[in-house]
């Protein structure tokens, strides 16, 4: 069974930085695509960013692009988003998804079915 747990959200001024981390268990990590997606209230989840199972491919939805990046550590079971040049408009919820069929751009235009792979969400909140 698979369980993630996400960490590192919190609350920062609109310029500011944060790194969220996600450790996973109960698959094999450096063999699984991952992702992050993101859930503002009242609005649809949205994908921000996906991973390869190696790290060297990865893509962003435009709206995090320049701004954000993605990264993975096989041996430690983790998957980050460093966050830099926040806007109010990032402030929400996000969540970590494992084991995702493929990593590319299409699959950022697409809106998550689910809220990732069952963790609670670290909320991010960028203040103004």
């Known amino acids: 069974q698979v369980q993630v747990a996400e960490s590192g959200g919190g609350l920062v001024q609109a310029g500011g930085s944060l790194r969220v981390s996600c450790v996973v268990s109960g698959l094999t990590f450096g063999k699984t695509v991952m992702g992050w997606l993101r859930q503002a209230p009242g609005k649809e989840r949205e994908w921000v960013s996906c991973?390869?199972?190696?790290?060297?491919?990865?893509y962003y939805a435009d709206f995090v692009k320049g701004r954000f990046t993605i990264s993975r550590d096989n041996a430690k079971n983790t998957l980050y988003l460093q966050m830099n040049s926040l806007k109010p408009e990032d402030t929400a919820m996000y969540y970590c998804?494992?084991?995702?069929?493929?990593?590319?751009?299409?699959?950022?235009?697409?809106?998550?079915?689910?809220?990732?792979?069952g963790g609670q969400g670290t909320q991010v909140t960028v203040s103004s």
């Open positions: 991973i390869s199972w190696t790290g060297i491919y990865t």
């Open positions: 998804a494992a084991d995702l069929p493929s990593c590319s751009q299409s699959l950022l235009s697409t809106t998550p079915r689910t809220s990732g792979s």
